[in-house]
């Protein structure tokens, strides 16, 4: 069975810092990638995919990710990080034949103002 | 697009009685649905996969007596708590894919509903 790790449960830094969160994956065939960024109180939303092509995808708010498949590594970064950008993050693979989510188990970050 | 709401959003209900969520794909047709359950500062575990007029699909160790599945339109999937305990409560999400009308397809994006957020006493 495939499994999604986030190496950081939880991440605090100040505005303005980098931030970059680990995912690695464990299936060794094709799959799609997703972040999801779960803000207090809202729903899941999506901030990127990678399906295939660039393995460099650019999502909403600044975010991007960088696959690497050798490393089965799905990294999800953003140069300069806000105060609103507190939130817990969640990288989630499904296989590209298949239907179902496999959900990392998120990572908590606090962006002080 | 591709908005996907919950009813209702939360619920307290007495031990033994039933609880029936509602999750509705509002802007595109869904083919599949799915049913998550979120604990506190966990996240979120698959229950079942919802197929548009056939039964759900359960993962292992979720009571498919206990978490009944209806998905009987491409807009709507149900998930009634039958019997509900306190150890039921939780935070249940759903999610929809395999869009028609959106161009979704196998192995493509879910979207995500608001979550209903149960208290069972």
């Known amino acids: 069975a495939q499994s999604v790790s986030q190496h950081n449960h939880h991440v605090i830094l100040s505005e303005a810092a980098s931030l970059e969160l680990g995912c690695n994956y464990s299936?060794?065939?094709?799959?799609?990638l997703f972040w999801y960024v779960q803000y207090p109180g809202q729903h899941l939303q999506l901030l990127l995919k990678y399906f295939s092509g660039d393995p460099l995808v650019k999502g909403i708010k600044g975010f991007e990710a960088e696959f690497i498949k050798s490393k089965f590594s799905f990294n999800l970064r953003k140069p300069s990080v806000q105060w609103s950008d507190t939130a817990e993050y969640f990288c989630?693979?499904?296989?590209?034949?298949?239907?179902?989510?496999?959900f990392g188990g998120g990572t908590r970050v606090l962006v002080k103002p | 697009g591709a908005v996907v709401s919950q009813h209702p959003s939360r619920v307290i209900c007495k031990s033994g009685t039933s609880v029936k969520i509602e999750c509705r794909s509002l802007?595109?047709?869904?083919?599949?649905m799915f049913w998550y359950r979120q604990f506190p500062k966990q996240s979120l575990m698959l229950m079942a996969t919802s197929n548009e007029g056939s039964k759900a699909t359960y993962e292992q160790g979720v009571e498919k007596d206990k978490f009944l599945i209806n998905h009987a339109s491409l807009t709507l999937s149900t998930l009634t708590v039958t019997s509900a305990h306190p150890e039921d409560s939780s935070f249940y999400i759903c999610s929809a894919g395999g869009g028609l009308a959106a161009g979704l397809g196998v192995g493509e994006t879910q979207y995500f509903g608001p979550g209903t957020r149960l208290l069972v006493l």
């Open positions: 989630a693979v499904i296989k590209a034949a298949g239907n179902k989510l496999t």
């Open positions: 299936y060794g065939g094709t799959v799609n």
């Open positions: 802007d595109f047709q869904a083919t599949t």
